[in-house]
């Protein structure tokens, strides 16, 4: 353990904390016992503790078990499977508290969820680490992206607008976080949630050019979580772009070179144009898949 007399940068603080969120996720099927997080953290299990409770807002105890619930919720979507087990698995002893538990964090019993997967609330926590934006003026060194042609079908996107954002931080300011977990517990199309930006045929006055959504079948007849709405998009041909794999924590610089590649690249070379009438999509930074946009084109004419 590293000695606990003496401050401690901030830089030190955050990394400990990550380290134990990236055991907790590593472990999350597993008992996971403070003395553990403390050896992932290097510092002793009180000032461990302490230092997740003041960085993540959160007890150990509680972000685990959140988690958890939230990993249960997918599996019970997703599979036919037994509560008990989900709940065994879930690491609690008996069906009556995971129900509990369950309803508690998303107003619903588990059974009817399994039966009817309505949008709840999902935990998605985001690690402390890259909270902290660094910006490089410059590139280390030229990376390869990748561009690929990609067909979308015509299909409806459940969104949230927000107001006056521009880009994911600005739209986190006016919306909250928090909407990612929700489009998460939705089916998409996709695989995952998407963030957009609207060309002006999409938007309402006093909304916002990016916007956070789930794509879904044109024929999605679920419910639509409150505060949320649905477009129809038509079906479009789109370019992707992707970066090369990067350290999860240089995820603003993977999106730089991305985004200059692009300002880049001319689609006459193809025999296309920019389709401005179609929104530009942007994918959740993976560090182990590379940074993804999809742009829409079009046949020149």
Same mark, same amino acid.
């Given at each position: 353990?590293? $000695?606990?007399?003496?401050?401690?940068?901030?830089?030190?603080?955050?990394?400990?904390?990550?380290?134990?969120? &990236?055991?907790?996720?590593?472990?999350?099927?597993?008992?996971?016992?403070?003395?553990?997080?403390?050896?992932?953290?290097?510092?002793?299990?009180?000032?461990?503790?302490?230092?997740?409770?003041?960085?993540?807002?959160?007890?150990?105890?509680?972000?685990?078990?959140?988690?958890?619930?939230?990993?249960?919720?997918?599996?019970?979507?997703?599979?036919?499977?037994?509560?008990?087990?989900?709940?065994?698995?879930?690491?609690?002893?008996?069906?009556?508290?995971?129900?509990?538990?369950?309803?508690?964090?998303?107003?619903?019993?588990?059974?009817?969820?399994?039966?009817?997967?309505?949008?709840?609330?999902?935990?998605?926590?985001?690690?402390?680490?890259?909270?902290?934006? $660094?910006?490089?003026?410059?590139?280390?060194?030229?990376?390869?992206?990748?561009?690929?042609?990609?067909?979308?079908?015509?299909?409806?996107?459940?969104?949230?607008?927000?107001?006056?954002?521009?880009?994911?931080?600005?739209?986190?300011?006016?919306?909250?976080? &928090?909407?990612?977990?929700?489009?998460?517990?939705?089916?998409?199309?996709?695989?995952?949630?998407?963030?957009?930006?609207?060309?002006?045929?999409?938007?309402?006055?006093?909304?916002?050019?990016?916007?956070?959504?789930?794509?879904?079948?044109?024929?999605?007849?679920?419910?639509?979580?409150?505060?949320?709405?649905?477009?129809?998009?038509?079906?479009?041909?789109?370019?992707?772009?992707?970066?090369?794999?990067?350290?999860?924590?240089?995820?603003?610089?993977?999106?730089?070179?991305?985004?200059?590649?692009?300002?880049?690249? &001319?689609?006459?070379?193809?025999?296309?144009?920019?389709?401005?009438?179609?929104?530009?999509?942007?994918?959740?930074?993976?560090?182990?898949?590379?940074?993804?946009?999809?742009?829409?084109?079009?046949?020149?004419?």
């Amino acid at each position: 353990m590293r $000695e606990q007399r003496g401050g401690k940068s901030v830089n030190e603080r955050i990394e400990a904390v990550q380290r134990m969120q &990236d055991y907790i996720a590593a472990h999350l099927d597993e008992e996971i016992t403070l003395a553990a997080l403390a050896g992932a953290s290097l510092y002793s299990p009180w000032y461990s503790y302490r230092l997740f409770v003041g960085t993540v807002g959160l007890s150990p105890a509680e972000y685990i078990r959140r988690l958890r619930l939230s990993k249960s919720a997918l599996r019970l979507r997703d599979t036919s499977c037994r509560i008990t087990d989900v709940a065994l698995e879930a690491g609690f002893g008996s069906v009556d508290g995971f129900g509990r538990a369950f309803r508690r964090e998303f107003g619903c019993n588990p059974s009817d969820y399994a039966k009817d997967a309505k949008p709840i609330p999902l935990f998605i926590p985001y690690g402390v680490k890259y909270r902290v934006v $660094e910006r490089r003026k410059t590139m280390e060194s030229i990376k390869t992206v990748f561009i690929q042609t990609v067909e979308k079908p015509a299909r409806k996107v459940i969104l949230k607008r927000g107001v006056k954002a521009a880009d994911y931080w600005s739209y986190c300011e006016e919306v909250g976080c &928090d909407v990612w977990g929700i489009l998460q517990s939705i089916r998409s199309l996709a695989g995952e949630p998407v963030c957009l930006w609207l060309p002006n045929g999409y938007r309402r006055a006093g909304t916002s050019e990016y916007v956070q959504g789930v794509e879904v079948a044109p024929d999605y007849s679920g419910e639509i979580p409150a505060g949320f709405e649905v477009i129809d998009l038509p079906a479009a041909t789109y370019l992707m772009f992707c970066g090369e794999p990067f350290k999860e924590e240089d995820y603003c610089l993977a999106i730089e070179e991305v985004q200059a590649a692009i300002e880049k690249y &001319d689609p006459s070379v193809i025999g296309c144009v920019w389709d401005r009438a179609n929104p530009r999509i942007q994918l959740e930074p993976v560090g182990t898949r590379g940074y993804i946009e999809l742009l829409p084109v079009k046949h020149a004419k």
